[in-house]
């Protein structure tokens, strides 16, 4: 780890460490979403849910838990756990926001027996049920009154145990009396370690089977050292992490599709992707195959400053008397732009081509908490923002007029039509065609501008086997080790 993990409550705003350490090891979720075939496509399969239908209309989901489902201190998951987990998300009880969004549409929570519940919905709404693969279900009889702990004894239905929390790490070891599969691997150690090139040492000496992510100094020469080939491979786990840049649609010069084509356009990929030292690759939106919306990947638009300038002028903003500075109707194309404090070379790529451009940027600098006030207010022009989420997620609060999360006030009927159609299909293989649609109308209409997306590359010894990065991490319970001999 290269941060500590913080609380390993899943509902005490959990970090990235946090819930790599916990999901599906120690707290499940009713179903799991799995990746099948090379393309890694979703596919929804059995967790502490047996079964599960979906009324006509999808209003409503019935669920069936497995009957031998019990926790680590021996009692039987009910219909009561998942109830008070699901409704300890909805009702705000608990700091866990990126869970929250989709159950919006739930109305109801009810149990119907010990081992049967439905969940009702307000409208159909398919990613409710991908959300349940990924919200934890929590025991109702320990987290009751204190559902946000943040220290203690750590109790859910998985096939691990923590039974070792401190400074250095946290250890988890296999529970032998889990209730379904035993995974291989008896013993996994999670070690904090924040300097990169003590990670390396570990790793090449045998004591560090996993290294997820290299740090640009290390890439890609470590991967070309003599005998790198022989004792480890490289492991692309790929976040579906969206960077982009928000583009305020209500106002001038972003109300014109044209002078938001032209900022796709000023935004050379090769150069920001350069920045990043390399671990980064193009997207034109948050779609891409393994993203935030998941479908086929969509050429990003060329960089190319003439073309840039051209629809500039389509949409009246021109240098007419040479300056450097582009006006229209007596007025100079000055924007203000929303930046956090903390400088990033992506950033200044972005502004020093605005600037090239014909732009007078007002850069107006501040913390993540001040600049979200005024995104949501609208008072600005262009802002850099991140979407962080898991893979095949509904995209219809960043898109969608109205979206909790659609800070340029982007409208389109053409996209609210497809965002419509896509969360009313419950099989996630057959979004696929309409999310492909959607990245075409976002193509042609540029509500936002997209940067590269983190694509790290790390380490795995090749003694483990069954790793298989997906949705930015991999699963530890289909991990095993090769026998030495092997």
């Not at 692309?236 to 982009?244: D, E, G, M, Q, V």
């Not at 582009?326 to 956090?340: E, F, P, Q, Y």
């Not at 020093?352 to 600049?371: M, Y």
């Amino acid at each position: 780890m290269d941060a500590d993990p913080g609380s390993l409550n899943p509902f005490d705003a959990p970090s990235e460490w946090s819930r790599r350490i916990t999901t599906d090891t120690v707290f499940e979720t009713l179903v799991r979403y799995q990746p099948v075939g090379e393309q890694g496509q979703g596919s929804y399969q059995s967790g502490l849910a047996r079964s599960w239908t979906v009324s006509p209309g999808g209003r409503e989901i019935r669920i069936s838990l497995h009957e031998s489902a019990h926790w680590q201190d021996g009692k039987a998951v009910s219909a009561l756990d998942v109830q008070f987990s699901l409704e300890a998300v909805a009702g705000r009880r608990v700091d866990a926001e990126h869970y929250r969004q989709t159950l919006a549409d739930v109305s109801a929570v009810e149990i119907i027996n010990r081992s049967e519940l439905r969940i009702r919905l307000t409208r159909e709404n398919a990613f409710v049920l991908r959300e349940l693969a990924a919200i934890p279900i929590l025991p109702e009889h320990i987290y009751f009154r204190n559902v946000t702990q943040s220290k203690g004894t750590w109790v859910g239905s998985g096939p691990y145990q923590v039974t070792s929390e401190s400074d250095e790490g946290v250890v988890l070891e296999r529970d032998p009396n889990y209730w379904g599969q035993q995974p291989a691997i008896e013993r996994v150690e999670f070690v904090r370690e924040q300097d990169a090139a003590m990670a390396l040492r570990d790793a090449k000496e045998g004591q560090m089977d996993v290294v997820p992510e290299l740090i640009p100094a290390h890439f890609p020469e470590q991967l070309e050292a003599p005998g790198f080939d022989q004792k480890f491979s490289v492991v692309l786990l790929a976040p579906p992490l969206f960077n982009y840049v928000v583009l305020n649609t209500m106002r001038a010069p972003f109300e014109d599709s044209n002078a938001r084509r032209a900022i796709a356009q000023l935004v050379d990929p090769e150069a920001l992707i350069e920045a990043e030292g390399g671990l980064a690759r193009s997207v034109s939106s948050p779609i891409w195959p393994g993203g935030p919306g998941n479908g086929p990947a969509i050429e990003v638009p060329a960089f190319s400053v003439s073309e840039a300038a051209a629809l500039l002028e389509q949409a009246g903003w021109r240098d007419d008397d040479g300056d450097g500075v582009r006006a229209r109707d007596g007025h100079r194309l000055m924007i203000s732009v929303l930046a956090t404090e903390t400088p990033h070379p992506t950033r200044e790529l972005v502004l020093s081509a605005l600037r090239k451009a014909g732009f007078v940027l007002d850069v107006r600098v501040g913390s993540s908490a001040v600049l979200e006030n005024r995104l949501r207010a609208g008072d600005y022009d262009l802002a850099f923002a991140s979407w962080s989420g898991d893979f095949d997620r509904d995209l219809s609060p960043l898109l969608g007029s109205g979206g909790a999360l659609n800070y340029g006030g982007f409208r389109s009927p053409v996209v609210d039509e497809i965002l419509a159609k896509i969360r009313a299909t419950w099989d996630p293989a057959q979004r696929v065609p309409q999310v492909g649609r959607l990245a075409q109308a976002l193509r042609a209409s540029t509500p936002l501008v997209a940067l590269p997306a983190p694509y790290p590359r790390g380490l795995v010894h090749k003694r483990i086997r069954g790793l298989r990065a997906w949705n930015g991490w991999f699963s530890i319970r289909d991990l095993s080790v090769a026998d030495e001999d092997e």
